[in-house]
């Protein structure tokens, strides 16, 4: 860069580094480096013209925004060349993105985990309590249930299918709502002995 305004009459106006990734838009630098140049009348001077933007939209539009500008390693190009340079520069940005993409999706699949790791820690204990609550609150209603079962059962009906009915007859919500089906009184069986058994004496 500095050869290059060397090799010129330029007037330096000032130096603006942008550190933010040539792939976003919403650059302050970049911005600021464009007031600066409608301010004074100046050329806005780049190292290279992939570094401007890889979106030829934005590229594009930064012409029409009044904002002359020069690339130092294709100082000759004219506005049909920045086009087309914008334009492969823009695919070259979609092809890195879908290529990062399909990177990520690989290493997803055998198993790698992303993020800092006091988030995924976070993100792990979190499960776990949500897991032990919904065990906790199964485990409150298997015991609630099954004086209610046991109080069918002796009363006649035995199979899954018939204690289902006379729950729905008595208005017994399953456990996600609505009625019951044999499958139900099942899960609901299982889980009302390994209550009595968790709770058995030793």
Same mark, same amino acid.
């Given at each position: 860069?500095?050869?290059?305004?060397?090799?010129?009459?330029?007037?330096?106006?000032?130096?603006?580094?942008?550190?933010?990734?040539?792939?976003?838009?919403?650059?302050?630098?970049?911005?600021?480096?464009?007031?600066?140049?409608?301010?004074?009348?100046?050329?806005?001077?780049?190292?290279?013209?992939?570094?401007?933007?890889?979106?030829?939209?934005?590229?594009?539009?930064?012409?029409?925004?009044? %904002?002359?500008?020069?690339?130092?390693?294709?100082?000759? =190009?004219?506005?049909?060349?920045?086009?087309?340079?914008?334009?492969?520069?823009?695919?070259?940005?979609?092809?890195?993105?879908?290529?990062?993409?399909?990177?990520?999706? =690989?290493?997803?699949?055998?198993? !790698?985990?992303?993020?800092?790791?006091?988030? *995924?820690?976070?993100?792990? %204990?979190?499960? !776990?309590?949500?897991?032990?609550?919904?065990?906790?609150?199964?485990?409150?209603?298997?015991?609630?249930? =099954?004086?209610?079962?046991? !109080?069918?059962?002796?009363?006649?009906?035995?199979?899954?299918?018939?204690? =289902? #009915?006379?729950?729905?007859?008595?208005?017994?919500?399953?456990?996600?709502?609505? #009625?019951?089906?044999?499958?139900?009184?099942?899960?609901?069986?299982? *889980?009302?002995?390994?209550?009595?058994?968790?709770?058995?004496?030793?």
């Amino acid at each position: 860069m500095a050869d290059f305004l060397a090799d010129g009459a330029w007037r330096h106006v000032a130096e603006v580094v942008e550190v933010e990734s040539e792939c976003h838009d919403n650059r302050p630098r970049l911005s600021e480096a464009m007031g600066l140049c409608r301010l004074h009348g100046a050329t806005l001077v780049i190292a290279k013209l992939d570094r401007l933007s890889r979106d030829a939209a934005f590229l594009l539009n930064l012409q029409k925004a009044g %904002v002359r500008f020069v690339a130092a390693d294709m100082p000759e =190009a004219n506005e049909l060349v920045v086009g087309i340079i914008a334009c492969v520069a823009e695919a070259k940005r979609k092809m890195i993105s879908v290529r990062t993409k399909v990177a990520l999706a =690989a290493a997803k699949a055998r198993g !790698a985990r992303f993020g800092t790791p006091g988030n *995924l820690a976070s993100h792990d %204990v979190g499960q !776990a309590r949500s897991q032990a609550l919904r065990t906790a609150r199964a485990r409150d209603r298997a015991r609630d249930l =099954a004086p209610v079962i046991d !109080a069918i059962r002796a009363g006649g009906a035995v199979s899954q299918g018939k204690i =289902a #009915a006379e729950l729905n007859a008595r208005g017994v919500p399953a456990p996600r709502g609505g #009625a019951w089906s044999p499958a139900q009184v099942w899960q609901a069986l299982v *889980l009302i002995e390994d209550v009595a058994g968790a709770s058995a004496p030793s």
